[in-house]
Structure formats: C-alpha cells, structure tokens
C-alpha cells in the first residue's frame, strides 16, 4: 500500500498505548518518514509549531485542551494543516463539529487498522 510518499506526522492522544498503536499502523503500511507524539492538547500546538508535521492525528477527549480545541489553535497557525480526528466518541456533532473547524477526515476507535492506513494515505495525497 506505500503508493503514497512518507510524511512527518504528529500522533496526539492521551493514551500512550493509542500512540504506539497508531504509530505501527502508519509506520508498516510505509505511510512515515518521521513520527512525533503528543499527549494533550496543549502539547499538540506546541509540538505542530515545532516539528511543522505534514499531517496530525487528534484524539478528541484528552486533558488540558481537548482534540476540537487544539485543532482550532493548529488551523489559527496553519489554515492548509491536514488533521485527522480519531475518537471513540461516536456522536455525530462532535465530528461535524470538528469537520467544520477544519479537520479533513476521522477514524472511530476502535478502528481498523487498513481502514485508519487508508484514511492517513487519502488525507496526506490531497492538496
């Protein structure tokens, strides 16, 4: 599936274990070239002006600043940032919100590990 060039990316989720998980997803589908890792929302903004990723997944419910929060700081820093939602909140208006403050896509945990591969390619593919 690594049709797709590698790109840095920014894992962010309160749950160290969601961080591996999703980092072994990305990295064996050949989808990183450099991985960085945040474990709030406040750690994510700052980490996104550090390393500048190509794409960001977020967690929704973390401390600190939730997903929706910090995906509304990184889009204020970079309007064109790529940001993936993964959450294991199923409700529709916490998505729509989140599709509406700028994040191109979302994953539900728990997830499939081919589906989140393809979800990451599609977002890092688009302009």
């Known amino acids: 599936m690594s049709t797709t060039a590698s790109a840095k990316i920014l ?3 309160d749950a160290s274990f969601m961080r591996v998980v999703l980092k072994d997803i990305l990295v064996s589908h050949g989808l990183v070239s450099q991985v960085f ?10 980490s996104y002006k550090q390393a500048k990723p190509d ?3 977020m967690d929704i419910n973390m ?5 929706i929060q910090a995906l509304k700081a990184i889009m204020q820093l970079n309007p064109k940032a790529k940001v993936v939602m993964v959450t294991s909140v199923e409700q529709k208006h916490i998505v729509q919100d989140a ?6 896509d979302y994953v539900v945990k728990p997830f499939d590990r081919s589906n989140v591969a393809m979800v990451i390619s599609k977002v890092i593919r688009a302009r």
Request: aromatic fraction near 0%; glycine fraction near 14%; proline fraction near 4%.
């Open 55 to 57: 794409i960001v997944t």
């Open 11 to 13: 894992i962010v989720d």
């Open 99 to 104: 599709m509406r403050a700028g994040a191109r």
């Open 37 to 46: 890792e945040a474990g709030d929302g406040v750690a994510a903004v700052e």
């Open 63 to 67: 401390p600190k600043a939730d997903g």
